[in-house]
């Protein structure tokens, strides 16, 4: 492979770059600030902190959701200012060979957006690869998933929580389902704003799934946080209780549980064995949820792996892929599109 070779991770909350022999040079929230419908003003974490308090002339958006590419123009926009300020420091991008992960259970139309959005920024790519993303998720974990054994995967991510199962390099099955992390928050806006008449934002909301979400019940903890009162329009105090988010983001975790029994029930009979032997392993910014791996450990009967570093499985299995070249060929080529060029 490529000496100057990149991988990218565009994910529905953060977009990381890993690059060869340097590790990973990029990790920030995947949102852009745009003013007066033309000018970037700011990307990644100063663009979020932005997030719900920006004038209507600023646009703060997130280009990717549900795992796909929603605004390709805004992403393309975020890209180059992203190539633009590592320069600085990493080298130029120009003629850099790529590797980007995407999700499997998508269209072949949405996984195409994906490499002409690298196609079609600054870098001008020498060559540009597309890598499954469980295929990524499961070597980020530690795990060999070019042997003949079955290996089963839960990334749940901010907006979509994919399950799959891989052996022998590729995917035997896979399931996109829309429940992730922003799913919770919603959740937790809609029923703060029930129970206790308050209207909260979703950094608040985020920060009360991340202090008090829990997958079973009896646990007992509680914060404050502030919001306006939605009758006097004032802003007001509550406090929250980790009982009432486990009431709350419940029935999303059960569709998880649900799409999980799914594909294993649909697994070839060879492959349940390898998965009874090593368990099911789960990963994303959501899988820290405290007994997690209890609650799916009891309602599947097999052994949960909470991955280390969860967040990060995904690029840093591109990490691997771009070190290794034995592991190369779990990259895949696509005729690359020109736009009459």
Same mark, same amino acid.
């Given at each position: 492979?490529?000496?100057?070779?990149?991988?990218?991770?565009?994910?529905?909350?953060?977009?990381?770059?890993?690059?060869?022999?340097?590790?990973?040079?990029?990790?920030? $929230?995947?949102?852009?600030?745009?003013?007066?419908?033309?000018?970037?003003?700011?990307?990644?974490?100063?663009?979020?902190?932005?997030?719900?308090?920006?004038?209507?002339?600023?646009?703060?958006? %997130?280009?990717?959701?549900?795992?796909?590419?929603?605004?390709?123009?805004?992403?393309?926009?975020?890209?180059?200012?992203?190539?633009?300020?590592?320069?600085?420091?990493?080298? $130029?991008?120009?003629?850099?060979?790529?590797?980007?992960?995407?999700?499997?259970?998508?269209?072949?139309?949405?996984?195409?957006?994906?490499?002409?959005?690298?196609?079609?920024?600054?870098?001008?790519?020498?060559?540009?690869?597309?890598?499954?993303?469980?295929?990524?998720?499961?070597?980020?974990?530690?795990?060999?998933?070019?042997?003949?054994?079955?290996? +089963?995967?839960?990334?749940?991510?901010?907006?979509?929580?994919?399950?799959?199962? +891989?052996?022998?390099?590729?995917?035997?099955?896979?399931?996109?389902?829309?429940?992730?992390?922003?799913?919770?928050?919603?959740?937790?806006?809609?029923?703060?704003?029930?129970?206790?008449?308050?209207?909260?934002?979703?950094?608040?909301?985020?920060?009360?799934?991340?202090?008090?979400?829990?997958?079973?019940?009896?646990?007992?903890?509680?914060?404050?946080? %502030?919001?306006?009162?939605?009758?006097?329009?004032?802003?007001?105090?509550?406090?929250?209780?980790?009982?009432?988010?486990?009431?709350?983001?419940?029935?999303?975790?059960?569709?998880?549980?649900?799409? +999980?029994?799914?594909?294993?029930?649909?697994?070839?009979?060879?492959?349940?064995?390898?998965?009874?032997?090593?368990?099911?392993?789960?990963?994303?910014?959501?899988?820290?949820?405290?007994?997690?791996?209890?609650?799916?450990?009891?309602?599947?009967?097999?052994?949960?792996?909470?991955?280390?570093?969860?967040?990060?499985?995904?690029?840093?299995?591109?990490?691997?892929?771009?070190?290794?070249?034995?592991?190369?060929?779990?990259?895949?080529?696509?005729?690359?599109?020109?736009?009459?060029?």
């Amino acid at each position: 492979m490529a000496a100057k070779l990149f991988g990218i991770d565009f994910g529905t909350s953060t977009i990381k770059i890993y690059k060869k022999n340097e590790g990973v040079i990029f990790d920030a $929230k995947n949102i852009i600030a745009i003013a007066d419908k033309k000018r970037v003003i700011a990307i990644g974490d100063e663009a979020f902190e932005m997030y719900g308090k920006a004038p209507s002339n600023i646009e703060v958006d %997130y280009p990717v959701r549900s795992g796909v590419i929603a605004n390709i123009e805004n992403m393309l926009a975020l890209l180059n200012h992203a190539f633009d300020q590592l320069g600085k420091k990493h080298g $130029k991008f120009t003629g850099a060979e790529f590797l980007v992960a995407t999700p499997t259970d998508i269209t072949e139309v949405e996984k195409r957006a994906f490499f002409d959005l690298v196609a079609n920024s600054n870098a001008k790519s020498r060559k540009i690869r597309i890598v499954e993303k469980p295929i990524a998720d499961a070597l980020g974990a530690g795990l060999n998933v070019t042997k003949a054994r079955g290996v +089963m995967i839960v990334d749940i991510g901010a907006d979509t929580t994919e399950v799959s199962i +891989m052996s022998l390099g590729g995917i035997v099955l896979s399931k996109l389902i829309p429940v992730g992390g922003n799913k919770f928050d919603e959740s937790i806006i809609l029923n703060v704003k029930k129970q206790y008449n308050l209207y909260i934002g979703h950094k608040t909301a985020e920060t009360i799934k991340k202090e008090l979400a829990c997958a079973l019940k009896g646990e007992e903890k509680t914060i404050k946080v %502030y919001g306006r009162d939605v009758v006097t329009g004032l802003p007001m105090e509550k406090e929250i209780t980790s009982s009432f988010v486990y009431e709350t983001i419940s029935e999303h975790l059960l569709s998880i549980i649900d799409a +999980m029994r799914i594909i294993l029930e649909r697994t070839p009979p060879e492959i349940s064995s390898d998965i009874i032997d090593l368990g099911i392993y789960i990963t994303g910014g959501s899988a820290n949820i405290k007994y997690l791996d209890q609650l799916m450990s009891h309602d599947t009967d097999l052994k949960i792996n909470i991955c280390n570093d969860s967040a990060n499985t995904v690029v840093n299995g591109l990490g691997k892929i771009i070190e290794d070249p034995k592991l190369s060929s779990l990259a895949l080529t696509i005729k690359q599109t020109y736009y009459g060029v």
